[in-house]
C-alpha cells in the first residue's frame, strides 16, 4: 500500500474536523470580537500582549508540540502497529483534544485571562482549586523531566549530536536578536519573517562546522552534564519578559515546525509518486508493549499529545489567552493549532511506516526514527540527505526547546499561585523549586532488569502520558462546572472527561501493579519518586472528581465567583 494513503485520508478528516466539529463548538462558546480579551484589557507588554493570530498560532503551536506528537505516535506504533495508532491520532485529536484546548482558551479568557486552575476555583472550591494546582504542579515536573532528557540524548548522540547542539544554541541566540528588535524597532511581521527565518537554516548549515561538545560536569556522564545545562536555560527562559525569547523562538519555532511539516509532507507525496514509498511496517502488531502493558489503554496514554493532552490546558490558559487579541481567535488558534499537532504527529508516524521491523530495531529510538524519515522525504525533493538529517535532528531539538521554557514558566505561574506568594524574589525561587525535582531525577542512572542503562525519559514517558491524559480528564471536567453554571451544552466536554479518566486511572493502575505486588506480597517497600507521585495524582484526581460530582448533584451550590 502506498503511504500517501493512509497520511492523505488522515489529513482530510483532521480539515474536516476543523470546519465541521471546530465550528460547531465555536457556535456553542458564542465567540464575539466586541469584547475585550485580557491581552487589551490588561495589556502591561510582559505577560499581556495582544498578538496577531496568525504570530501567536505559531507560537502556541510550538509550545503545545515539541516531542510530544513525534516521540509518542512513533512510540505507540512501534509497540501496537499503525492501524490503532492513527485512528486515535484523528478521532481523538477531533472529538477531544480540539475542544479540551479551544474550550480551555475560551473559559480563561471569560476569566480575566486567568489559569485554569483559577477557572476551577472560582467554579468548583477552594479546596478543588489547591488540589488542582498540586496535580499541575507534578505535571509540569514530569513534563520537564522527560523532555529534558529527550534533548540531551540528541546532543550525545555520537555523529551528529554536537553539530545539533551547536546549531540550537545559534537558533536560541538568534530567537533573542528577533526579540530585541521587535521590541525597539518594532518591524512589520512580515520583514522580521524574511529576515530572520532564513537565518534559522543559516544556523543549520553552521552547526555541523562548529560542533559544540561539553565537558563531564560535577563528574557527571555527558548526557546528564546536558540535562543539568538544559535546566538551567529553563531557568533563566522563564523568568525574562516574554518578549524576549518566548514570542520570537515560539514563533521561529512555530513556522520551523509547521516548514518541517509541510516540506516532508511535499517530499513525501513527491516520493510516494516518483520513488513508490510503501508502507512497511505492519498495521497491528501486538497486544501488550515491551513492559507487558496492554494496547488498551496505553495506546492513549502513550500517543498523548498527538491527539489530546492537558499540558495544553496550561498553555492556552497559561500565556496564550494571555495574547489572544480577539474572542474568534480561539477557534483557529485553539482547534485549529491542535488539530495542526495532530497532522504533525501522522507525518512523524509516517516515518515509522516506510521502515520494517528490521530497520526499526536498528535505529531504535523515536528520534532517530524520526530524524531518518524526514531526511528520506526531503531527499525526494533533492535535498542533501546529510543536511535533511541534521535539519531534522535540529527540528526535533528545537520543538522540545518550545515545551521546556514554557513548562518552567508555568510552573513558577502554579507555585506562586499555589503559595500566595508575590515577593521580587518569588519568581526565581518559585521556578528553581519547580526545576529542582527534574534536575534530581535526570541525574539519577537508571537500569533495567538486566542491568542495562535506561534513558531516563523513556522511563518517565509512559508515567508522562499517564499523568498527562489524567491533567485532561480534571480539564474537561472543570471546563463541564463552567459551562454547566453557564448553562452552555456541558455534554461536549464531559463525555470526554468520563472517557479520559476512565483511561488515565486505568492506565496508571497497570502502571503501578508491580509495585504493589511488591509491597502487598513480596513485603518489599521501595521509596520510587516515580510511584509516589503517581498515587499523588490518583488520589488528586480521585477527590476533584468528588468535587464536581458534588457540582452536578447539588447544582444549587454556589461558585465562588458568585459569593464574591
Not at 486567568?114 to 482549586?129: C, G, M
Not at 522527560?146 to 540550537?168: K, M
Not at 451544552?489 to 492506565?507: E, G, H, N, R, W
Request: with cysteine.
Amino acid at each position: 500500500m502506498s503511504l500517501l494513503f493512509p497520511l492523505v485520508t488522515g489529513a482530510i478528516s483532521l480539515w474536516g474536523g476543523y470546519f465541521i466539529y471546530g465550528f460547531l463548538v465555536g457556535k456553542i462558546f458564542r465567540l464575539r470580537d466586541d469584547i475585550k480579551t485580557p491581552a487589551s484589557e490588561f495589556k502591561d507588554d510582559v505577560d499581556f500582549v495582544p498578538t496577531n493570530k496568525f504570530y501567536l498560532l505559531g507560537q502556541h503551536l510550538s509550545a503545545i508540540a515539541a516531542a510530544g506528537p513525534i516521540v509518542g505516535p512513533i512510540l505507540a506504533g512501534m509497540w501496537f502497529g499503525w492501524l490503532p495508532t492513527i485512528l486515535w491520532i484523528i478521532l481523538g485529536g477531533i472529538f477531544i483534544g480540539g475542544v479540551h484546548d479551544m474550550a480551555t482558551m475560551v473559559a480563561s479568557l471569560r476569566h480575566k485571562g486567568k489559569s485554569i486552575a483559577e477557572v476551577i476555583r472560582q467554579n468548583l472550591s477552594n479546596r478543588a482549586f489547591i488540589l488542582f494546582l498540586l496535580f499541575l504542579w507534578f505535571s509540569v515536573i514530569y513534563i520537564i523531566t522527560a523532555f529534558t532528557d529527550i534533548t540531551a540524548g540528541t546532543f550525545v548522540d555520537l555523529e551528529r549530536g554536537a553539530g545539533v547542539a551547536s546549531s540550537s544554541m545559534m537558533y536560541l541566540g538568534l530567537a533573542i536578536v528577533m526579540g530585541i528588535t521587535l521590541k525597539i524597532f518594532k518591524p512589520p511581521l512580515l520583514i522580521s519573517s524574511l529576515v530572520f527565518l532564513p537565518l534559522v537554516f543559516l544556523c543549520i548549515y553552521l552547526g555541523p562546522f562548529f560542533p559544540l561538545r561539553i565537558p563531564s560536569l560535577f563528574g557527571l556522564s555527558i548526557h546528564a552534564s546536558w540535562d543539568i545545562l538544559l535546566i538551567i536555560y529553563c531557568f533563566f527562559a522563564s523568568v525574562i519578559p516574554v518578549w524576549l525569547l518566548l514570542q520570537p523562538r515560539g514563533y521561529l519555532g512555530g513556522f520551523f515546525l509547521s516548514f518541517t511539516t509541510l516540506v516532508a509532507f511535499i517530499g513525501l507525496a513527491l516520493g510516494g509518486f516518483t520513488q513508490n514509498l510503501l508502507v512497511q511496517y505492519p498495521a497491528f502488531t501486538k497486544w501488550v508493549n515491551p513492559q507487558g502493558l496492554p494496547l488498551l489503554p496505553i495506546l492513549f496514554t502513550t500517543v498523548a499529545c498527538g491527539a489530546c493532552s492537558g499540558f495544553h490546558a496550561i498553555i492556552a490558559s497559561g500565556t496564550t489567552s494571555k495574547q489572544v487579541a480577539k474572542e474568534t481567535d480561539a477557534r483557529l488558534i485553539g482547534f485549529g493549532g491542535m488539530l495542526l499537532e495532530s497532522f504533525v504527529a501522522l507525518i512523524a508516524l509516517s516515518t515509522l511506516l516506510i521502515l520494517s521491523l528490521a530497520q526499526m530495531e536498528k535505529l531504535k529510538d523515536p528520534n532517530q526514527i524520526y530524524a531518518n524519515g524526514i531526511a528520506v522525504f526531503l531527499n525526494s525533493l533533492g535535498i542533501n540527505k546529510e543536511f535533511a538529517l541534521n535539519f531534522a535532528l535540529l527540528a526535533f531539538a528545537t520543538f522540545v526547546y518550545d515545551t521546556l521554557d514554557v513548562a518552567t514558566r508555568l510552573g513558577r505561574y502554579i507555585f506562586q499561585e499555589l503559595s500566595g506568594w508575590r515577593g521580587k524574589l518569588s519568581p526565581y525561587i518559585a521556578t528553581a523549586l519547580t526545576l529542582l525535582f527534574p534536575a534530581v531525577f535526570v541525574t539519577q542512572k537508571i537500569t533495567d532488569v538486566k542491568g542495562n542503562t535506561v534513558p531516563t525519559w523513556k522511563i518517565f514517558w509512559t508515567v508522562f502520558g499517564s499523568s498527562n491524559q489524567l491533567l485532561a480528564a480534571m480539564v474537561l471536567l472543570g471546563l463541564s462546572i463552567w459551562m454547566f453554571r453557564k448553562k452552555m451544552k456541558f455534554m461536549i466536554t464531559l463525555l470526554p472527561a468520563v472517557f479520559m479518566m476512565i483511561i488515565a486511572v486505568i492506565s496508571l493502575c497497570f502502571i503501578l501493579q508491580p509495585w504493589f505486588y511488591a509491597v502487598f506480597f513480596q513485603g518489599i517497600i521501595s521509596v520510587d519518586p516515580m510511584v509516589i507521585t503517581s498515587i499523588i495524582l490518583l488520589f488528586l484526581a480521585f477527590f476533584l472528581a468528588i468535587e464536581a460530582v458534588r457540582i452536578f448533584v447539588n447544582p444549587s451550590r454556589k461558585a465562588i465567583a458568585e459569593q464574591d
